[in-house]
């Protein structure tokens, strides 16, 4: 986002409100949890984003979620303007007919230790984002953290996305399929921008897609299709694998089920599942709660992890499936909250972790200097009785 305030608006637009519980959307958590990567922080819980040709405007409060449109491209579709229209694509963007608590009350019964989860995760759903949008921000993913994938992403939308001027500033919208093609030389362009190997990807990405009239349009094609084959479609271009298919599946395609896999998910089943499936039937209260067919196949699962000193394929499908069988068929929605517990960015217990395992790395570096010192003083001491 380049902050200029030229051609604001000469009435700040109004605020709408959506309607929302704060126990079904947490504005912060849900657009900072590595779901989506160009929404800005723009004041005391608003936060701003360059979306549907619009500059949508959101606000969390103590009782809602309030939005509206801060400006658009003249090329904007007229409807679009319209107050209800920006509700109704919010609503769908965020999912709101889903009942985030229902499923947070079905998690839990089955494992109880999602109440407390549910608590500090409050309001944390599924996005249903642009298709192509999330296909390209997700290639950049790979090998890759937050903080670097949004200044990546930042980066593609500034070279070839088109500006937005508001009253909080310019705002770029993401690329078009079309202006990137445009560019005779994508790889190099990218390669510029800090996008390294990855370029590549992109470079072959978008000559496939640039095949298709409407690249949007043929990917939501695959909304209809099954899991598996929507996966099989989105691999087959370049830089996409497993995981970043199932990211694309999940957030874009309504696959509910769709549970990313990589070393983070697997570290979560591993630490937070695999020991009590298998100490089931001892009457922990933190005991899994399944019937005995799914507990067996869970144990299977859980064997396989517990086996594993580090993470496979395998063991990664091992850790999606046992995800999938506690809590489909919203396994993915369920995920996103395991997996935003752990982000530090957005929990105060990590910087914590961090600053303990810097204590003790520095009470090992004393005591390997101690004993440095120690041993040089022997060997002098020697050297002095000789």
Not at 109 to 138: C, H, W, Y
Not at 175 to 183: G, N
Not at 250 to 261: E, G, H, R, T, W
């Amino acid at each position: 986002m380049t902050v200029t305030k030229k051609e604001q608006p000469d009435i700040e637009p109004s605020w709408i409100d959506l309607n929302v519980k704060p126990s079904e959307l947490q504005l912060d958590r849900t657009l900072m949890c590595g779901q989506a990567f160009r929404w800005k922080s723009t004041g005391e819980q608003e936060w701003t984003c360059a979306l549907w040709d619009h500059v949508i405007d959101l606000k969390q409060t103590p009782e809602t979620v309030l939005c509206r449109s801060l400006g658009h491209l003249p090329s904007a579709n007229i409807a679009a303007h319209c107050p209800d229209s920006i509700v109704s694509a919010l609503s769908d963007y965020f999912q709101l007919k889903e009942s985030l608590e229902s499923h947070c009350d079905r998690w839990a019964a089955i494992d109880p230790d999602f109440a407390s989860l549910r608590k500090t995760q409050l309001g944390v759903r599924a996005l249903r984002q642009p298709v192509v949008e999330n296909l390209l921000t997700f290639i950049a993913s790979s090998n890759n953290n937050i903080k670097r994938i949004t200044m990546l992403i930042d980066k593609l939308s500034t070279r070839y996305g088109r500006p937005i001027d508001t009253l909080k500033g310019r705002f770029y919208t993401f690329p078009r399929v079309q202006d990137i093609a445009k560019d005779i030389s994508i790889e190099d362009t990218l390669i510029k921008l800090g996008f390294g190997y990855r370029a590549k990807y992109y470079d072959k990405t978008i000559k496939l897609l640039a095949e298709h009239q409407d690249p949007e349009q043929f990917l939501l094609g695959l909304r209809s299709q099954p899991w598996a084959h929507a996966k099989a479609q989105l691999m087959q271009f370049s830089g996409v694998g497993p995981k970043v298919a199932d990211c694309v599946c999940l957030m874009s395609l309504d696959k509910i089920n769709a549970v990313p896999i990589d070393t983070h998910i697997w570290q979560i089943a591993q630490k937070r599942y695999v020991g009590r499936i298998l100490a089931s039937g001892l009457g922990s209260e933190h005991e899994i709660q399944v019937g005995d067919d799914k507990r067996k196949s869970l144990a299977l699962l859980a064997r396989q992890l517990a086996s594993a000193k580090k993470p496979t394929m395998a063991t990664y499908e091992a850790a999606q499936q046992l995800l999938l069988q506690l809590f489909s068929p919203h396994a993915g929605w369920a995920q996103l909250l395991l997996f935003t517990k752990d982000l530090p960015h957005l929990n105060d217990s990590k910087p914590a972790k961090q600053t303990k395992r810097k204590t003790e790395a520095t009470v090992v570096a004393r005591t390997v200097a101690v004993t440095v010192k120690s041993t040089m003083t022997l060997r002098s001491t020697r050297r002095k009785a000789k």
